[in-house]
């Protein structure tokens, strides 16, 4: 294996990619195996180079001043001030001859190189972190003049918007043009000084961009599938006997799918979890920053909303109030949060269609049917209202512990019992544990998918509001018809499941969050790490070694947990699991595609290092 030929933290000179420039650079890291050198520039960027395109500071003579500065982004400055004083352009007042001033002319003509600046502006971003990947940091461009290449000078200017991928390219190239004495006769004048516009014209890149979920048919498929699975699983779930042999179960009556009362029971609840996330309560913190460097203020006050939820629901007991009345209506309550959150997307793409296009999200497409499923804005507000970051635990998460515990009740009615079984006390516990969990750590939210990339619309209203209250019940609402006892062997098993899946889920997120907001942690030292070129580093011990999404292990078995005390009579109470493995599945291959396009040959690394996704050995 060949030596290395600069150490870290020497500064050399690198040559800036698709050019024959050298620039100051710091050397960050050296790969053994591919022989690339990390290097940052004075303005920040962050490239891999060859050994052959790194050379000493020696090698290069002391400019004078007012040549090339050392930097890409210092060089525009010093070029738009060489454009006040052209070396062969006569100052006021001179009185050289024609002669004379025609031969310093021509000799500077043949001289002097015409710069060509092209300027990359993004039309389609997609963020990916800090990287800088734009055709593999030698972007390309076409040109459309006479200019032979031997006269040009081509510079690139990565925008501030460089550290996002994009798909198509709108290439603005101004031409400088030397001002030159004409000097055959009298009329000769000075061609004007300042940029000669060419034409404008676009260079689409040869990615294209990737609709997820199958795209439009995909994304129409969804949106129908999933109001229809949930209703069958509903309707499966109140038979006697829910096995596969009597499905489909037979379509209630229309009255028994809607009614008004129901309706304003669930905008109630919804306003008033909405008044709950007004209260000026809880700390108030900055999210992810956005396209443009700002970042969003998220009051992080849900466990004090689930708290005074908790309260309220108490005090109803106390007096009376019957929520078996939920239990009997639960189709109409479904059918409402349905309606409701259909509504909430057409408000959403309409209210999208007025936001500029740096609020847009990165995962918008342009089609209106796509986006209106995917969501085409990133942060819709009302003012300082996240309507996003609201229903994402808000109201679906604490109405699922609400409805778990209508169950409960509703099992103790139905079965005459005079407390509930220990299977409906465990799922209850378990999946009040995972709520009151999410609750208590909501600002490790700010950095998921959901917020950072995904859009408000279909996808998330429907699964916030409709698919994880009436869904994730599952397990509970089976219970109050197909009651099952467990015994306390089995029961200490499914415990200590349900725990050792708790521990991996939060330990592992629990280490991924203070691994970001503090790499240097000192509790985080005896962690390894490999760095990127990005600037940042992938955890390849601890957790994160043992496999590549260890919070998803955690997640698969806590799962399972859930499911267990509902026995082995149904496939029914294993929906959730068929269903979770397969959401976990489409987020681990997203998100294997978006770090390998991000990090690049330091994933491929971190691949060989922690080869399994979730499963040890198997996945």
Not at 14 to 27: A, C, D, F, N, T
Not at 36 to 63: I, Q
Not at 366 to 379: S, T
Request: with cysteine.
């Amino acid at each position: 294996m060949p030596s290395r030929k600069f150490a870290d933290g020497e500064v050399v000179r690198g040559r800036w990619p698709g050019s024959s420039l050298y620039y100051e650079v710091e050397i960050l890291s050296h790969d053994s195996k591919s022989q690339l050198y990390t290097v940052k520039y004075k303005d920040g960027t962050e490239l891999e180079l060859k050994e052959s395109d790194v050379k000493p500071l020696k090698s290069f003579k002391p400019r004078k001043s007012g040549s090339t500065s050392s930097s890409p982004s210092r060089r525009r400055g010093s070029r738009s001030r060489s454009r006040s004083r052209s070396p062969g352009r006569a100052p006021k007042g001179s009185r050289r001859s024609a002669s004379a001033s025609h031969q310093a002319d021509i000799k500077e003509k043949e001289a002097r190189r015409e710069i060509l600046q092209v300027k990359l502006t993004p039309l389609v971003l997609k963020p990916f972190g800090n990287s800088i990947n734009v055709y593999n940091g030698e972007p390309e461009h076409t040109e459309r003049n006479d200019i032979s290449h031997k006269n040009k000078q081509e510079r690139i200017i990565l925008s501030p918007e460089g550290s996002y991928i994009a798909t198509q390219y709108s290439l603005r190239p101004r031409r400088e043009e030397v001002k030159v004495k004409e000097v055959e006769s009298k009329e000769q004048k000075l061609v004007s000084k300042g940029p000669a516009p060419l034409e404008t014209f676009q260079v689409t890149t040869p990615q294209r961009k990737d609709l997820e979920f199958g795209g439009v048919p995909g994304a129409v498929l969804i949106m129908l599938g999933l109001p229809a699975v949930l209703f069958l699983l509903l309707l499966q779930c109140r038979q006697k006997d829910p096995s596969l042999l009597r499905f489909p179960p037979p379509l209630p009556a229309m009255d028994e799918l809607w009614e008004t009362r129901v309706c304003g029971i669930y905008l109630l609840w919804f306003f008033v979890q909405a008044l709950f996330y007004l209260l000026p309560i809880g700390k108030v913190v900055e999210g992810t920053p956005l396209v443009d460097g700002r970042r969003l203020k998220y009051r992080l006050n849900g466990f004090y909303a689930f708290v005074l939820t908790s309260a309220i629901v108490g005090a109803a007991l106390f007096w009376g109030v019957e929520l078996y009345y939920v239990y009997t209506h639960f189709l109409q309550f479904t059918l409402a949060a349905a309606i409701f959150s259909v509504l909430l997307s057409v408000y959403l793409y309409v209210h999208s269609l007025k936001a500029p296009r740096d609020e847009l999200s990165p995962a918008s497409s342009g089609n209106a049917v796509y986006d209106f499923f995917i969501g085409r804005e990133l942060n819709p507000r009302i003012g300082a209202f996240d309507l996003k970051y609201f229903c994402e635990l808000r109201p679906g998460l604490i109405g699922w512990v609400l409805v778990n515990l209508v169950m409960l009740l509703a099992e103790m009615k139905v079965q005459e019992r005079d407390a509930p079984s220990l299977a409906m006390v465990l799922v209850n516990s378990f999946q009040l544990l995972y709520v009151v969990d999410a609750l208590w750590n909501e600002e490790a939210l700010l950095t998921t998918m959901d917020i950072t990339h995904d859009g408000f619309g279909f996808m998330l209203a429907f699964g916030d509001l409709v698919w994880v209250p009436f869904t994730y019940s599952l397990q509970a609402f089976y219970l109050v018809s197909h009651p099952h006892d467990l015994s306390w062997p089995f029961a200490s098993f499914v415990i200590a499941l349900k725990l050792c899946g708790y521990v991996i889920f939060r330990c592992a997120n629990a280490q991924k969050n203070a691994f970001r907001k503090n790499p240097s942690d000192p509790k985080l030292a005896h962690l390894k790490t490999i760095h990127t070129s990005t600037g940042k580093s992938l955890l390849v011990s601890g957790w994160w070694g043992f496999v590549r999404h260890p919070n998803y292990l955690g997640d698969l078995i806590m799962a399972l947990a859930w499911s267990l005390p509902c026995g082995f009579n149904h496939v029914l109470p294993y929906f959730y699991v068929i269903y979770f493995t397969m959401l976990l599945v489409h987020r681990e291959a997203r998100d294997e595609h978006q770090c390998k396009r991000k990090y690049g040959l330091a994933w491929e690394k971190y691949r060989q290092r922690v080869p399994y996704r979730i499963l040890p050995y198997v996945y």
